[in-house]
Each structure stands twice: as C-alpha cells, then as structure tokens.
C-alpha cells in the first residue's frame, strides 16, 4: 500500500489547469455509438476501430460528461504516451444521454448494467475503469460486480464513505462535507421549482453568475479556463444530480467491495472539497494493496487540475 502525501507527484506538471474542456469529439478522432436499456441511454464516446479487447472506460460524476476527461486525452497526447483504446461514456441523464424515470428510479445496479452493454456493445470484454467522483463510486461497484471484465480501477475524488454517510444522514453528518450538503439543499429547491428552476440555472449560467458556484471544487477556481465552467454549468440537471445521489442510499462500500481484487489507486487533491483523507485511509483498510494519492495543489477535479497526475496512475495499471 502507497499513501503519497508527498509535496509532488512524479510526472505532474507544473501549469495548473493547462488545458481547456472540448466536446469536439471528431477533433480527438472519437466517434459516438449510443446505447438504450430500460432506465434510458448512454453515449459512448470511442475510436472508430477497436485496437485490442481491453479498454480504457472513463465515468464522469454528477454535474459532468465525456468532454470532463478531454483535458486528460491533450495531456497523454501531448506527452506521447497515450491511452489505449479510450471509452468516454455520457452517463444517462448526463451530456447526450437520456434518463427515463417511468420504471423507477436508477439503482447502481441499473446504472452499471448499462454501462457493460455499452462497453460489450463496442466489443471490449476487459476494462480498466477510470472513474471521476460520482464515476469512482460506479467504477467501484462494476469491479465488485464482474472482477474478470474489470482489469484495474483509478478513483479520482471517488464518492465514497464520507458522501454515503451525509447522504445517510444529512443532518447529523452535515460536517462531513459541508459543500457537497449545501449544493445538494440548493439541488432539491432547483428540481422543485421544475422548469422555473431550469431557466433559473440558464440564466445564471447567461449572467456568468454560476463561477461562484464551482469555487469550492477547484484549487485555482479562477484560473480554470471559462469554458470548464461553462461546461459544467450546462450539466447542471437538478433532477439527475439527485438520481445520482440517491444510487448511494443503502450502499454499503466496506461490504459491496471487500472482495475487490484488482488494482485500485485512488487519487484527490490537497484542496479536495469533496472527498476527505479519510476516505482514503478507509480504502487502504478495506484493499490493503490498493495505492492512494493526494494530489498537491489541487481540487476535486485533478482529471481538468492536474491531468499528469492521473496519466501517472492510469499509466501504472497497464
């Protein structure tokens, strides 16, 4: 077991935020294959022909899509390494993917049973999960789930025990994550008021009065390029960030991924409003072999914050 908390990370660049978000996916040569199951679609994001049976599959968390990871596909591009056989899914209610409430709300279990017959779909019957917040917590369980598909795990600012316990018990565990608390309150109010709060968002995100809103996520919130938080506060869907909280009702990490025998590396920043130190540490109690590190000078995003660090743990799983 790794608990880097050293002052760097080999490999991270010295630039913060160094590259900006795009959703031009014939620029990366991606190409989009979308996939419908019972609770609604998700759109893969992929090369046009398939170079082995082993992908590399990137979850985004709530408040995201694909484009989250494309600062990281410039970063391995521009560094020469490269990521084999990339899969940037849109997951439903998120980006292009549709979410269909009408059979009941979304289980993990119902969210991860789409996201294999999507990678299935595409011919890749192994897969190295990288997943982002909301994303680590999917990655998680699909490694719970199929241990012969899923090859290797990177958590970056995983949901896991601290995000389970205030949502459990939100009044009790407010301390735990005060922000993540705080933007779930204003989330309830914005599904309430339906499409009132729907236009409310637009024209908060028109006003540029949504950068405040994502100064807790960031270590340099305003250094982060204008089109990072435009990106994000066009995914800001009520009704699906609480769809995505509610998956975690019930979950019980410390027993759902006991039996978890691939390699993990969970990673978050130093600044990381989302995820505490603890979270890590519970991790190294549950998977002794798994690695964690904390990422210097940085927020909950280091996929947008500091992309070498996370190169350097995908890297390391291939």
Not at 147 to 163: A, N, R
Request: with cysteine; proline share 7%; charged share 20%.
């Amino acid at each position: 077991m790794l608990h880097d908390k050293s002052a760097g990370v080999r490999g991270t660049t010295l630039t913060y935020a160094p590259y900006p978000l795009t959703e031009d996916g014939a620029g990366l040569s991606l190409v989009s294959t979308t996939v419908t199951g019972t609770m609604g679609s998700t759109v893969a994001h992929h090369l046009s022909e398939r170079r082995s049976d082993r992908a590399t599959l990137f979850l985004h968390g709530a408040a995201g899509s694909w484009s989250t990871w494309t600062p990281l596909l410039r970063a391995a591009e521009d560094s020469g390494s490269g990521i084999a056989d990339p899969v940037l899914l849109d997951l439903p209610g998120w980006g292009a993917a549709t979410l269909d409430p009408s059979p009941g709300p979304p289980t993990i279990d119902t969210v991860c049973e789409l996201v294999r017959a999507a990678v299935l779909e595409l011919g890749y019957t192994r897969w190295d999960v990288v997943g982002h917040s909301m994303g680590g917590f999917i990655a998680m369980h699909l490694a719970a789930r199929w241990p012969d598909e899923v090859q290797s795990v990177v958590m970056v600012s995983g949901t896991t025990w601290s995000l389970v316990d205030s949502v459990a018990h939100p009044a009790r565990k407010v301390w735990l994550l005060p922000h993540f608390s705080a933007l779930w309150r204003i989330m309830v109010l914005l599904s309430a008021l339906g499409a009132t709060g729907h236009a409310l968002v637009r024209g908060m995100q028109a006003a540029g009065m949504l950068r405040p809103v994502v100064v807790p996520l960031f270590r340099h919130p305003f250094r982060v390029s204008a089109n990072v938080v435009d990106a994000l506060a066009r995914e800001i869907r009520p009704p699906s960030f609480l769809a995505a909280v509610d998956i975690t009702r019930g979950y019980s990490p410390s027993i759902a991924w006991a039996g978890i025998t691939c390699p993990v590396t969970a990673l978050k920043g130093d600044r990381d409003a989302l995820v505490r130190d603890s979270d890590l540490e519970e991790l190294t109690r549950l998977i002794p072999a798994s690695r964690t590190v904390v990422v210097p000078d940085c927020g909950h995003f280091a996929n947008i914050e500091r992309p070498d660090a996370v190169l350097e743990a995908i890297a390391a799983h291939r």
